[in-house]
């Protein structure tokens, strides 16, 4: 089955950095795009940053552009969300995301999630 594993989270500083991770399991994980999402407390959730699944492209939310940078290890089958300069707006809790395709038809897939709260 497939596993999503996030860590990483805790609280922080304006201005200082986390990094997150994702382990993936059940999947043949170089084959797939993975991407991060948030989601605040209110809020929608949304898209933070995707990337390829040979790591060649990346794409970021306007709000991270700069900030945050998305990586993977395929031989780890991991997923990693590099954050500084943390602002207090990107407190949320933190996701990871794939999307497979089975038969024509789209599963996506979810981890727990990981907590990021950034306050003085």
């Known amino acids: 089955q497939v596993q999503l594993v996030e860590s990483g989270g805790g609280l922080v500083q304006p201005g200082g950095s986390l990094r997150l991770s994702c382990a993936a399991s059940?999947?043949?994980?170089?084959?797939?795009?993975m991407t991060w999402y948030r989601q605040a407390p209110g809020r929608e959730r949304e898209l933070v940053a995707t990337?390829?699944?040979?790591?060649?492209?990346?794409n970021y939310a306007d709000s991270v552009k700069g900030r945050f940078t998305i990586s993977r290890d395929n031989a780890k089958n991991t997923v990693y969300l590099q954050m500084n300069s943390l602002k207090p707006e990107d407190t949320a809790v933190y996701y990871c995301?794939?999307?497979?395709?089975?038969?024509?038809?789209?599963?996506?897939?979810w981890g727990q999630g990981t907590q990021v709260t950034v306050s003085s």
């Open positions: 990337i390829t699944s040979a790591g060649g492209s990346t």
């Open positions: 995301n794939t999307r497979l395709v089975k038969f024509l038809l789209s599963y996506d897939y």
């Open positions: 059940g999947f043949t994980f170089s084959n797939n795009a």
